[in-house]
């Protein structure tokens, strides 16, 4: 026991001999910088469109899709997304127009027909959709 205890104080006399250093101090802080604003979230930006057909017929397609499963909100807005895509095709604006019908959308169905007839006057189904914008309500 007592080499044991003989050993224990030689130890701490060589630990309190290396003890190390005081800690350096900091230097004092500068004030605080302005903070930079965050980085704009990416996905709260608006969509910019740009003429891209293959896009249009992308989501003419899928609102195709949806028109076939009866979900016309879904293919109203993938049809109104290719208009904005390419704002000259008018198999988009027509279907745009027959979507616009199923949902009873009249003032939608007008614009969506006035605009497939500026594009395609002379269209085969030119004067049923004539006849169709006459029997709309104004």
């Known amino acids: 026991m007592v080499r044991l205890g003989l050993a224990v104080c030689f130890l701490s006399v060589l630990l309190n001999g290396q003890q190390s250093p005081p800690p350096k101090k900091s230097p004092p802080r500068a004030a605080p ?8 979230d990416e996905s709260l930006k608006p969509k910019v469109y740009a003429l891209n057909p293959l896009e249009a017929e992308r989501n003419v397609t899928a609102g195709n ?6 979900k016309y909100e879904a293919a109203q807005w993938r ?3 290719a208009t904005k895509w390419d704002p000259g095709s ?4 027509l279907k745009l127009g027959e979507t616009d019908e199923k949902l009873h959308d009249r003032n939608g169905e007008r614009d969506a027909f006035k605009k497939y007839l ?10 049923e959709i004539r ?3 006459a029997k709309l309500p104004k």
């Open 65 to 70: 899709y949806y028109f076939k499963k009866g």
């Open 90 to 93: 008018a198999e988009a604006f």
């Open 131 to 133: 006849k169709k914008l």
């Open 33 to 40: 910088k302005e903070q930079e604003p965050p980085e704009e």
């Open 118 to 127: 500026e594009i395609a006057p002379e269209a085969k189904n030119a004067a």
């Open 79 to 81: 049809y109104n997304e």
